[in-house]
């Protein structure tokens, strides 16, 4: 059974860094490229970054860019997002999850397999 499962949340201050995870299970990572997004509070879901399966590119939501890293090690089959210099914005359920492509346009729409996410409390 193909699964996506999320690690590493957790609660951090603010200006804070963690790191989350998405462990692949049940398929090959390498075919697939990998989304992470986020809900906070009352809102809804966004994409914040996504990696393409083989040619090293990356796309990130403004309000990431030079804070955040996206990762992924096919040997391990997980995908990484380095979260740096946090704020209280950033709080959230961060999810991941999987397409052929990275089409940043119709990111959650071409997702076909979604994690069931981890929290993030960035917080005094």
């Known amino acids: 059974q193909s699964q996506l499962v999320e690690s590493g949340g957790g609660l951090v201050q603010p200006g804070g860094s963690l790191s989350v995870s998405c462990a692949a299970s049940?398929?090959?990572?390498?075919?697939?490229?990998i989304g992470w997004f986020r809900q906070a509070p009352g809102k809804e879901r966004e994409g914040v970054s996504c990696i393409t399966k083989n040619d090293g590119k990356f796309y990130y939501v403004d309000s990431a860019k030079g804070r955040f890293t996206i990762s992924r090690d096919n040997a391990k089959s997980t995908v990484y997002l380095q979260m740096n210099n946090l704020n209280p914005a950033d709080t959230g359920v961060y999810s991941c999850?999987?397409?052929?492509?990275?089409?940043?346009?119709?990111?959650?729409?071409?997702?076909?397999?979604w994690g069931k996410g981890t929290l993030v409390n960035v917080s005094s």
């Open positions: 999850a999987r397409a052929r492509q990275c089409r940043w346009n119709q990111l959650q729409s071409s997702m076909d397999l």
């Open positions: 049940g398929f090959t990572l390498d075919d697939y490229a």
